[in-house]
């Protein structure tokens, strides 16, 4: 530097300049833009006091950045490279938790909502979440306490209040059916804040409700429906993420270089390049949107130009949809009149940049390693150009807007009216005040200029420290040389300020256009995944005690009823086995004694123990003594009724014994439904946490056993001794079995020999004989059976009338020596004798003797139609008959009464096993849930974590 010279720039140190003497005044706390990564630049007051345009001139360079600053821009440069990295991870890992909670949603736990649970937003409550879980995935205060920025987006049931910033989060009630907001959370509830991106759209389907009685229509939704509703809004939400991923791994930048014609865009474009791309002239000359790119980034390196027709199907890899053309020709492209061109793509390589692809940033502005900026020259504002320019400013890929404005013209009213509708859109605009150098009162300049751009777009002028710049682009491209370019590096200048700035904005920009929404949208989404992670501990845990209390319960029951099955089975067999052969044996027994008594002719004398007919049941007066016997006359009829008798007695035995039976019975099946149902089904019931209306229908579908339709279906009639055991009716729906036998006292007629004790006389002349008795049955009555029988009567009626046994044997000796030639002669009067004796005793004998013989005959007819009979077995006897068919009748019924009990405690025992497998199911549900859950929140932390130290 020579002598002479004005003072260097950096002697004129920043910080030493008054704030005062800046014509544009630096509003306090405004000297970074709002929300920027980068500190607050140092007040540079460019103070142009000197009038000198040289001193002016080297005041100039105060724009430029110091070492520092370049420093400081290359951090930027790299913690946005660092943050970017870590919110793409944060994205990625926060996909897989949404998606990890969706399919547990679907598959494994239907997830509650807070207000399913009462829950409140009570940040002082302690936290719930240690109950129930082993790691218990505590939100800590702090995390409850999150700065409301990060929640304003959205409530699930009211508005927040916008001016929260430090204050804790309002109390806010999440069941709010009735209406007004009341606590209703437990006192252990955790502290619980509203779901932001999560929460439940009900505005759907329901258009016109207000928002403030939403809250109301939640707990009208089922579980299963506010669960599919979640499933809805984690899938948006994977969505979501999706498009904030590309955003943030977006690394292509535009800036848009609009301004006056001729303010010198397409110089300040190649000033940036540091090369001449861009023709520059003092007629305009930009009639098409020209976009500078990094030729190595898109177009593999080589350097040319994409003339485009249709943006929309340009692909730089194919050459059909555009016109190429060497880079040398780009003015020729933007001298054509009437263009056909949409726009030029100008593929170059950036003087700067390092030969090798690297990462680390670098002074190229096209390709610093960091971010592609590209730059779109725009044709010069005028009134044709105007709408083109503001449209194109519009896209949403346009990062920057660099607006340059001649420093000689001041704005234009294209310009103005430009600016103004830019700044409404994209709040800050650079704004770059060119040609500088020529400006002699640079002070007035900056004073009229500053006035336009506050009116024009307020938000840059609070930020002109870093977004308004004094530059002379026509020096650095005309000075630039290959050794002016390193020493430019060294020195700060204006220019390089600019280029910084533009270069930190860029990142800024895309920092609050990228990295911020990402940021803020991953907070809200782990917040509310937090939140329902945490309710949902709460309600697994809740469900898990319940269930294991219900297991406790349950379990013992169904394992008590699972050791009983052989044991309900062995004590129903027993009662039935038991009871039958009561039964059995005391019908048996019963018409054992009856048949003695009727085959002697007698009735039946009644038994100590007789059993009274149950009420409802046919019953059957037993005859007590046989009719009395009228005289030789009424005989005949005597003998019937003597028959009837004693049928009617057997019968009334049979009554007797079938009453006998159904007492025994009906014990049975007390001692089946009462005592065995009682003993097992009690503790079955016991269990039961049925309601009391299933327990009613199920009684009501227990069979009624009514004793007196027992042995009903008997056959009438007293000829009939009902033992053909057709269906008995035991009143329990059952089809009899009947009896293969079948016995019938009336198959047999009273004849002449039933009035006559025919065979007790043939017997009694035989053993006077020596000989056998003959046998029932048999007609033919030999001579010297009758004779028997004479003698046989004769004997009795001589032992009876006369009374002298002696003369009974006096008199067979007489008739045996009728055998002996001596006897014969004696025959004629012995015969006339025996004939005598004969009718007399049938006269003498026949009240006894019809009874005897008609009770035999009866005996031997049940008998003989029992015959058939194999004789393999035991002779089936009218006792045995009718026992058997008693006992069997019983058996049907306990049979029928145990198989009910079977049933019902068949029918306890499943849903005891029922019951104890879907409370065990519900136990491994909650405990899976929880091991879920409490995994899930662990991650869901770490994420919020990682994502919070993310600066913004
Ligand atoms: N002295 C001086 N002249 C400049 C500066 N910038 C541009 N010029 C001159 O101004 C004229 C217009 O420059 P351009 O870069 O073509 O301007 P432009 O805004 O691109 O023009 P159009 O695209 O045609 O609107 C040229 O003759 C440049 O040499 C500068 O910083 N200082």
């Known amino acids: 530097m020579q002598q002479g010279q004005p003072s260097p720039v950096r002697t004129a140190s920043p910080a030493r300049m008054s704030q005062d003497e800046f014509p544009f005044t630096q509003e306090a706390s405004s000297s970074s833009l709002p929300g920027s990564s980068l500190p607050p630049s140092t007040p540079k007051s460019t103070c142009f006091t000197s009038s000198s345009p040289s001193a002016l001139n080297r005041s100039i360079s105060l724009f430029g950045a110091t070492g520092d600053e370049i420093q ?26 949404v998606k990890g909670l969706a399919a547990f949603n679907q598959e494994k736990w239907t997830i509650h909502y807070p207000h399913q649970l009462g829950l409140t937003t009570t940040a002082a409550a302690p936290n719930a979440l240690q109950r129930g879980t082993s790691s218990p995935p505590a939100t800590s205060p702090a995390k409850g306490a999150r700065p409301s920025a990060v929640r304003r987006s959205a409530s699930m049931f009211a508005e927040e209040p916008a001016e929260e910033s430090s204050r804790p989060a309002p109390q806010r009630s999440y069941s709010t059916a009735e209406g007004p907001v009341k606590p209703t959370a437990p006192v252990d509830a955790p502290p619980v804040h509203p779901l932001s991106i999560l929460s439940l759209d009900l505005k759907l389907g329901h258009p016109t409700a207000p928002t403030a009685n939403l809250p109301a229509l939640l707990p009208s939704l089922s579980l299963a429906t506010l669960s599919q509703l979640l499933s809805r809004r984690l899938t948006s939400a994977v969505g979501h993420i999706g498009q904030l991923r590309q955003r943030v791994t977006d690394t292509n930048s535009r800036i848009l270089v609009t301004g006056d014609l001729n303010a010198g865009k397409s110089t300040l474009v190649n000033a940036l390049l540091r090369r001449e791309v861009m023709p520059s002239d003092q007629q305009p000359c930009t ?14 390196g080589k350097e040319e130009l994409h003339a485009v027709r249709d943006v929309e199907k340009y692909d730089a890899a194919d050459r059909s949809t555009f016109d190429a053309f060497d880079l040398s020709q780009v003015l020729e492209v933007q001298d054509m009149e009437e263009s056909p061109y949409q726009i030029v793509k100008a593929y170059v390589h950036d003087a700067r940049a390092p030969a090798e692809e690297s990462n680390e940033p670098n002074p190229s502005f096209i390709k610093n390693g960091l971010v592609s900026i590209s730059l779109i020259d725009a044709p010069g504002l005028n009134r044709d150009t105007l709408s083109t320019t503001a449209l194109f400013a519009r896209q949403s890929e346009i ?16 310009a103005k009216e430009f600016l103004w509708n ?46 308004v710049h004094f530059v002379d682009a026509a020096e650095v491209v005309d000075d630039e040389t290959e050794e002016e370019i390193k020493s430019s590096e060294e020195e700060a200048t204006s220019f390089d300020h600019l280029e910084q700035s533009l270069r930190s904005f860029v990142l800024l920009k895309r920092t609050t256009s990228k990295l911020a929404p990402a940021k803020h949208y991953l907070l809200n989404l782990l917040a509310d995944l937090s939140t329902l992670a945490s309710t949902n501990v709460i309600a697994a845990s809740d469900e898990l005690a319940e269930a294991l209390r219900q297991l406790q319960r349950v379990k013992p029951i169904h394992e008590r009823l699972a050791a009983q099955r052989d044991e309900v089975e062995e004590g129903v067999d027993r009662v039935e086995e038991s009871v039958v052969e009561v039964v059995r044996s005391a019908t048996w027994s019963r018409l054992e004694r009856a048949m003695g008594y009727v085959s002697q002719g007698q009735v039946v004398p009644p038994q100590e123990a007789t059993p009274t007919s149950l009420a409802g049941a046919e019953s059957l007066k037993a005859p007590t003594e046989l009719p009395e016997f009228p005289g030789v006359m009424g005989l005949w009829e005597w ?11 057997l019968e009334a035995e049979v009554r007797s014994a079938e009453d006998e039976a159904r007492g025994e019975t009906v014990e049975g099946v007390k001692k089946v439904q009462d005592g065995l149902g009682e003993k097992y089904l009690s503790t079955a019931n016991a269990g039961e946490q049925g309601s ?8 009501k579908a227990e069979r009624v056993f009514r004793p007196e339709v027992m042995f009903a279906k008997r056959r009438r009639g007293l000829g009939r001794l009902a033992a053909r055991g057709q269906s008995t009716g035991l009143g329990l729906g059952s089809t009899a079995v009947g009896l293969s036998n079948s016995f019938s006292a009336t198959d047999f007629e009273v004849t002449m020999f039933d009035l006559l004790d025919l065979q007790r006389l043939y017997a009694h002349g035989n053993r006077l004989r020596g000989k056998k008795a003959i046998t029932d049955g048999e007609d033919g009555v030999e001579t010297s059976a009758i004779l028997g029988l004479g003698l046989g009567s004769l004997g009795m009626v001589g032992s009876r009338v006369i009374g002298i046994k002696g003369t009974m044997d006096s008199l067979t000796r007489i008739m045996e020596m009728l055998g002996s030639e001596k006897a014969r002669k004696w025959a004629g009067p012995v015969l006339g004798v025996l004939t005598v004796g004969f009718v007399a005793y049938i006269i003498v004998d026949l009240p ?46 306990l049979r029928l009464a145990g198989w009910d009990l079977r049933e019902r405690f068949r029918a ?18 909650a405990e899976g849930a929880l091991k879920f859950l409490g995994e899930f929140v662990e991650k869901v932390e770490k994420e919020e974590t990682r994502v919070e130290e993310v600066a913004v």
Not at 72 to 83: M, N, P
Not at 857 to 874: G, I, V
């Open 72 to 97: 400081r821009h290359v951090e930027d440069q790299k913690s946005f490279g660092d943050k970017r990295e870590t919110l793409v991870s944060a994205l990625d890992s926060t996909t897989g938790l």
């Open 287 to 300: 009639t098409v949107f020209c976009e500078v790119l990094d030729a190595s980034a898109w177009n593999e």
């Open 399 to 414: 990062d920057v807007i660099v607006f340059v404005v001649s420093a000689e013209n001041h704005f234009t009213l294209s």
């Open 422 to 467: 830019a700044s409404r859109e994209k709040a800050y605009v650079f704004i770059v005040v060119n040609k500088w150098a020529g400006i002699r009162d640079k002070a007035r300049c900056m004073r009229v200029v500053g006035e336009q751009i506050k009116q024009l777009s307020p938000a840059t002028w609070k930020a002109r420290q870093e977004l």
């Open 639 to 649: 003998a019937s009724e003597v028959k009837a008798t004693l049928v009617r007695a």
């Open 692 to 699: 009391e209306e299933v327990k009613e229908g199920e009684k």
């Open 848 to 893: 006894r003797a019809v009874p005897r013989n008609i009770g035999r005959k009866l005996q031997a007819s049940l008998s003989s139609s029992l015959d058939s009979s194999s004789t393999a077995t035991p002779p089936i006897t009218f006792p045995s008959a009718h026992s058997d068919r008693i006992a069997k009748e019983t058996r049907k019924v």
């Open 908 to 925: 306890a025992l499943e849903r005891s096993e029922k019951e104890r497998k879907e409370v065990e199911a519900t136990v491994e549900k």
